[in-house]
């Protein structure tokens, strides 16, 4: 079994014997004895270490700093866990750091698995586990706030630790990162450049596949930390592999990688769109046989599938065919990879997300184009973003070679074929029309292709930036504030042009600061000069964790408890200070542009007034004015949020006004390649609510919309909170994880109190169509009463429609989707019926008559089955 594929981690707690916590040897400080006993561990799982390993390992015990840039596939992993033991071993703290939370969550779970829960913890921004464990798993950002308020870290050495120069349990002794091309990110590149900064007394493993030349690193942490390193840069594959420039129709392609078994196969796309249609084009012809079909078909078992996007991935994987990409719910990925993985899928469909970290064995990758849009512009792909994708192909262990083709344009592929069908006539050579490139867009050709094939990655460049929250924290730490941040703007890896641009943006934050009263001039201890000091005590965790968390818990101060909408107020504070969900955003402000053009043109306006007027229409902002005047109070005493602007927006609140679930917001707003973008945000909304808000600040109604959050993100997909949940228990879901385990569904009646909200928000979605008199789309609810008989839209109409007789509108505000107007009766199962719930809800009209209703039954065993209420209307009308 080849590193590559094993299991990195072994099940069980610190007392299980495979732990490798029981494999420290009896003198951590002999290098011989600590390269033996993790080769012996590695050994006992069936894993022998490849040379690059090897090398690097021996290294690592020895004291020295590793650069290892080996191929995706050579076990970089490994050497990973080695490096933590090693620093375990010789009462080091250790840090391992990746660019995505997700990343981040999966390496804290095997390391639990290899060391026990009690060694290990995770800080990632929204969750932190055990932060005080020797062994922590954390963004690269978190680490860099660390570094940047600890700097060199010159805690005395614990008692168990012989060697005096060992750096202390509360220092940063070790550091471990991985993907660490990242640092040439524009936006993040900084978080991994300031720990070789500021941490001088640290042994450091930095690895990726595509790193390209590492010269200036080695030289560059030489000469910081005075201990030699070493550059592990083999370009050997445990699995080589073979590259194509393919000028064939894509389904004449696959169909012949399907034939000569070198599935299963990865369609690489740059759009989401395109991944889901080229998976559906697939459809059409045969890439799984029955047999295969008929096993895809077992292991899937009652998985549940919602609507939407479900139904097509449903019917796509029981065909042989997967799609993977960033906007999907994580369970449907999961099954996915879960798929993949027992080699079930022939084709998987999907963007460049699975070049970062994500565990999918691929036989061949089939790259659709080399050229991506990067949020500003079309371009070709770099030589690192093409061998980062590349280097997915080849599963060690399980194949002798990967294939990485390429596809021609389309219109060189339409035109290869013109010139078959024309064979050698002249006449008909002449007659043909050249298909030329789409106009504007960026080509590419076989010379792009071998460009990128025979290029290393190019060298990595510097992204350093100078915030608030930088200044801020090198003025926490002990000693002179002032020579730690000379230090950190003249001797980056800048070059000499933009490090004066960063000494006068710190000047520009010294003197905001400075005029907020929060640092002042003092005398330097000795006498000599002046330095600069904090006045006021900085939050320990403002740059660890959700910045503006702060805020929104003082901003709760503003609002006011007695009014009706006091809860959804309070989820709109929240709300504006997590991230946009962009696409969400851009779809509840096409919704919104699209009813405002209808009313305009229903209201005579003509073209250029209504372009004018449009430019004003947006997604809501609930409390704006409120939230924008009250974080700019707050941020003059409290400047280190002044990296960081509120964002007011209405996704949860709009939810909940318009009690639509997660399925209608979905189709309401067309989400439904990006349904995980959605659920995502409702999570950490659900999150935020919970940490932020304090019960002293709750009311009963605001209880019941974080209860209602809660279910409706469990129900649709529970891995995101159960994840965040099951933290209190790493061991037992790391040995889920390693046995291939998942939790079953939630049970949606399990928390009453929620259900009971799920209920309410599903009769007033009922009532909110009615006082708009949407008798169609009622209809197309598929309500049945008891008989089977369909509440079709003539049904409903016929029922409530008189109502307008007696009164103006239906009520839909606070007081109509409260809970005084739903009326529920329980009933405990008998021999010969089930648990149900009968539920009437009253119609709020405006003179208070309270004399209009609909009646239901919630059959609580099939709300279980279904995921969400199962109810049948009994009656709608006059009381």
């Given at each position: 079994?080849?590193?590559?594929?094993?299991?990195?981690?072994?099940?069980?707690?610190?007392?299980?014997?495979?732990?490798?916590?029981?494999?420290?040897?009896?003198?951590?400080?002999?290098a011989?004895?600590?390269?033996?006993?993790?080769?012996?561990?590695?050994?006992?799982?069936?894993?022998?270490?490849?040379?690059?390993?090897?090398?690097?390992l021996?290294?690592?015990?020895?004291?020295?700093?590793?650069?290892?840039?080996?191929?995706?596939?050579?076990?970089?992993?490994?050497?990973?866990?080695?490096?933590?033991?090693?620093?375990?071993?010789?009462?080091?703290?250790?840090?391992?750091?990746?660019?995505?939370?997700?990343?981040?969550?999966?390496k804290?779970?095997?390391?639990?698995?290899?060391?026990?829960?009690?060694?290990?913890?995770?800080?990632?921004?929204?969750?932190?586990?055990?932060?005080?464990?020797?062994?922590?798993?954390?963004?690269?950002?978190?680490?860099?706030?660390?570094?940047?308020?600890?700097?060199?870290?010159?805690?005395?050495?614990?008692?168990?630790?012989?060697?005096?120069?060992?750096?202390?349990?509360?220092?940063?002794?070790?550091?471990?990162?991985?993907?660490?091309?990242?640092?040439?990110?524009?936006?993040?590149?900084?978080?991994?450049?300031?720990?070789?900064?500021?941490?001088?007394?640290?042994q450091?493993?930095?690895?990726?596949?595509?790193?390209?030349?590492?010269?200036?690193?080695?030289?560059?942490?030489?000469?910081?930390?005075g201990?030699?390193?070493?550059?592990?840069?083999?370009?050997e594959?445990?699995?080589?592999?073979?590259?194509?420039?393919?000028?064939?129709?894509?389904?004449?392609?696959?169909?012949?990688?399907?034939?000569?078994?070198?599935?299963?196969?990865?369609?690489?796309?740059?759009?989401?769109?395109?991944?889901?249609?080229?998976?559906?084009?697939?459809?059409?012809?045969?890439?799984?046989?029955?047999?295969?079909?008929?096993?895809?078909?077992?292991?899937?078992?009652?998985?549940?599938?919602?609507?939407?996007?479900?139904?097509t991935?449903?019917?796509?994987?029981?065909?042989?065919?997967?799609?993977?990409?960033?906007?999907?719910?994580?369970?449907?990925?999961?099954?996915?990879?879960?798929?993949?993985?027992?080699?079930?899928?022939t084709?998987?469909?999907?963007?460049?997300?699975?070049?970062?970290?994500?565990?999918?064995?691929?036989?061949?990758?089939?790259?659709?184009?080399?050229?991506?849009?990067?949020?500003?512009?079309?371009?070709?792909?770099?030589?690192?973003?093409?061998?980062?994708?590349?280097?997915?192909?080849?599963?060690?262990?399980?194949?002798?070679?990967?294939d990485?083709?390429?596809?021609?344009?389309?219109?060189?592929?339409?035109?290869?074929?013109?010139?078959?069908?024309?064979?050698?006539?002249?006449?008909?050579?002449?007659?043909?029309?050249?298909?030329?490139?789409?106009?504007?867009?960026?080509?590419?050709?076989?010379?792009?292709?071998?460009?990128?094939?025979?290029?290393?990655?190019?060298p990595?460049?510097?992204?350093?930036?100078?915030?608030?929250?930088m200044?801020l924290?090198?003025?926490?730490?002990?000693?002179?504030?002032?020579?730690?941040?000379?230090?950190?703007?003249?001797?980056?890896?800048?070059?000499?042009?933009?490090?004066?641009?960063?000494?006068?943006?710190?000047?520009?934050?010294?003197?905001?600061?400075?005029?907020?009263?929060v640092?002042?001039?003092?005398?330097?201890?000795?006498g000599?000069?002046?330095?600069?000091?904090?006045?006021?005590?900085?939050?320990?965790?403002?740059?660890?964790?959700?910045?503006?968390?702060?805020?929104a818990?003082?901003?709760?101060?503003?609002?006011?408890?007695?009014?009706?909408?006091?809860?959804?107020?309070?989820?709109?504070?929240?709300?504006?200070?997590?991230?946009?969900?962009?696409?969400?955003?851009?779809a509840?402000?096409?919704?919104?542009?699209?009813?405002?053009?209808?009313a305009?043109?229903?209201?005579?306006?003509?073209?250029?007034?209504?372009?004018?007027?449009?430019?004003?229409?947006?997604?809501?902002?609930?409390l704006?004015?409120?939230?924008?005047?009250?974080?700019?109070?707050?941020?003059?005493?409290?400047?280190?949020?002044?990296?960081?602007?509120?964002?007011?927006?209405?996704?949860?609140?709009?939810?909940?006004?318009?009690?639509?679930?997660?399925?209608?917001?979905?189709?309401?707003?067309g989400?439904?390649?990006?349904?995980?973008?959605?659920?995502?945000y409702?999570?950490?909304?659900?999150?935020?609510?919970?940490?932020?808000?304090?019960?002293?600040?709750?009311?009963?109604?605001?209880?019941?919309?974080?209860e209602?959050?809660?279910?409706?993100?469990?129900?649709?997909?529970?891995?995101?909170?159960?994840?965040?949940?099951?933290?209190?228990?790493?061991?037992?879901?790391?040995?889920?994880?390693?046995?291939?385990?998942?939790?079953?569904?939630?049970?949606?009646?399990?928390n009453?109190?929620?259900?009971?909200?799920?209920?309410?928000?599903?009769?007033?979605?009922?009532?909110?169509?009615?006082?708009?008199?949407?008798?169609?789309?009622l209809?197309?609810?598929?309500?049945?009463?008891?008989?089977?008989?369909?509440?079709?839209?003539g049904?409903?109409?016929?029922?409530?429609?008189?109502?307008?007789?007696?009164?103006?509108?239906?009520?839909?505000?606070?007081?109509?989707?409260?809970?005084?107007?739903?009326?529920?009766?329980?009933?405990?199962?008998?021999?010969?019926?089930?648990?149900?719930?009968?539920?009437?809800?009253?119609?709020?009209?405006?003179?208070?008559?309270?004399?209009?209703?609909?009646?239901?039954?919630?059959?609580?065993?099939?709300?279980?089955?279904?995921?969400?209420?199962?109810?049948?209307?009994?009656?709608?009308?006059?009381?």
């Open positions: 079994m080849s590193p590559a594929t094993a299991p990195t981690t072994a099940p069980g707690a610190p007392a299980d014997p495979a732990s490798l916590t029981d494999r420290i040897p009896a003198d951590p400080h002999d011989d004895a600590l390269y033996e006993a993790f080769v012996a561990w590695a050994a006992d799982r069936g894993l022998e270490l490849y040379p690059a390993q090897q090398e690097a021996l290294e690592l015990v020895t004291g020295s700093h590793v650069v290892l840039s080996t191929p995706t596939g050579s076990g970089k992993s490994l050497v990973a866990m080695a490096a933590h033991f090693i620093a375990l071993a010789q009462g080091r703290r250790t840090y391992y750091t990746a660019p995505l939370k997700a990343l981040v969550s999966e804290f779970f095997d390391l639990v698995a290899a060391f026990g829960s009690d060694q290990v913890g995770m800080m990632t921004g929204d969750s932190s586990v055990n932060p005080g464990a020797p062994i922590v798993c954390c963004t690269a950002e978190i680490l860099a706030n660390i570094a940047l308020r600890t700097g060199e870290g010159t805690a005395e050495a614990p008692d168990h630790v012989d060697d005096p120069a060992v750096p202390g349990e509360d220092a940063v002794g070790q550091v471990v990162m991985d993907e660490f091309h990242f640092y040439a990110d524009p936006q993040r590149g900084w978080a991994w450049q300031v720990p070789l900064l500021e941490l001088p007394r640290t450091f493993l930095l690895m990726s596949a595509t790193l390209g030349d590492v010269g200036f690193f080695v030289e560059d942490l030489e000469r910081r930390t201990v030699p390193v070493a550059a592990v840069t083999s370009a594959r445990p699995v080589p592999l073979s590259y194509e420039y393919v000028v064939e129709p894509l389904h004449e392609v696959v169909e012949d990688l399907v034939r000569t078994r070198r599935a299963p196969v990865y369609l690489v796309h740059f759009t989401q769109k395109d991944a889901v249609e080229r998976a559906q084009a697939l459809l059409s012809g045969t890439v799984a046989d029955r047999a295969q079909r008929d096993a895809i078909a077992a292991e899937l078992g009652a998985f549940r599938f919602g609507t939407g996007f479900g139904k991935l449903s019917r796509l994987l029981r065909h042989g065919v997967g799609v993977h990409h960033a906007g999907m719910l994580p369970r449907y990925r999961r099954v996915v990879e879960r798929l993949t993985q027992k080699g079930l899928l084709v998987v469909c999907g963007t460049d997300t699975l070049g970062v970290g994500i565990n999918v064995p691929i036989r061949t990758v089939v790259l659709t184009s080399l050229v991506k849009y990067d949020g500003v512009r079309m371009r070709h792909l770099s030589a690192r973003e093409f061998h980062q994708i590349a280097g997915r192909a080849g599963r060690a262990g399980y194949d002798t070679v990967g990485v083709l390429v596809m021609a344009p389309d219109h060189v592929i339409e035109n290869r074929k013109l010139l078959a069908r024309a064979g050698d006539d002249p006449k008909k050579l002449r007659k043909i029309v050249r298909k030329k490139a789409p106009e504007g867009s960026v080509n590419w050709t076989d010379k792009t292709f071998e460009r990128l094939r025979d290029a290393p990655p190019e990595l460049t510097s992204s350093f930036a100078v915030t608030h929250a200044v924290n090198v003025l926490s730490r002990p000693g002179d504030p002032v020579e730690a941040m000379r230090h950190l703007l003249t001797d980056n890896h800048e070059p000499e042009q933009a490090r004066g641009r960063h000494v006068r943006q710190a000047v520009r934050i010294y003197r905001s600061l400075r005029t907020a009263g640092v002042e001039r003092v005398r330097r201890p000795d000599r000069g002046w330095t600069v000091r904090l006045t006021v005590d900085v939050p320990p965790d403002f740059a660890l964790n959700q910045p503006l968390s702060p805020f818990y003082a901003a709760l101060d503003v609002l006011d408890r007695e009014a009706a909408t006091y809860a959804l107020d309070v989820v709109s504070v929240v709300e504006a200070t997590l991230d946009d969900p962009r696409q969400v955003l851009a509840q402000e096409n919704r919104a542009r699209g009813e405002a053009v209808a305009m043109k229903a209201e005579g306006y003509d073209y250029d007034e209504r372009m004018a007027l449009l430019e004003d229409v947006t997604y809501p902002k609930p704006a004015e409120l939230l924008e005047a009250t974080f700019a109070i707050y941020r003059r005493t409290n400047p280190w949020v002044a990296d960081h602007e509120i964002s007011p927006k209405s996704v949860v609140r709009d939810m909940h006004e318009r009690a639509m679930t997660f399925t209608e917001t979905v189709s309401t707003y989400l439904e390649r990006t349904e995980g973008v959605l659920l995502r409702l999570a950490d909304a659900y999150r935020a609510l919970r940490q932020t808000v304090p019960p002293e600040r709750r009311d009963e109604l605001l209880e019941d919309l974080v209602w959050l809660g279910e409706v993100v469990r129900g649709t997909d529970s891995s995101l909170l159960d994840e965040w949940e099951q933290l209190r228990d790493p061991e037992a879901a790391a040995v889920r994880r390693e046995r291939d385990e998942e939790l079953p569904p939630p049970s949606v009646t399990a009453r109190r929620a259900f009971r909200v799920l209920v309410r928000n599903a009769l007033f979605r009922r009532v909110e169509l009615v006082a708009r008199e949407r008798w169609e789309a209809g197309a609810l598929g309500d049945v009463d008891t008989d089977g008989r369909a509440w079709d839209a049904r409903w109409a016929d029922a409530l429609d008189p109502y307008f007789d007696d009164h103006a509108e239906v009520g839909t505000g606070p007081d109509a989707r409260g809970p005084a107007l739903l009326l529920v009766t329980e009933h405990a199962a008998t021999a010969t019926t089930p648990e149900r719930w009968e539920v009437r809800q009253v119609l709020d009209d405006p003179a208070g008559d309270r004399d209009w209703r609909i009646d239901a039954v919630v059959d609580l065993a099939a709300s279980d089955e279904r995921g969400e209420p199962a109810i049948v209307v009994t009656a709608a009308g006059r009381l």
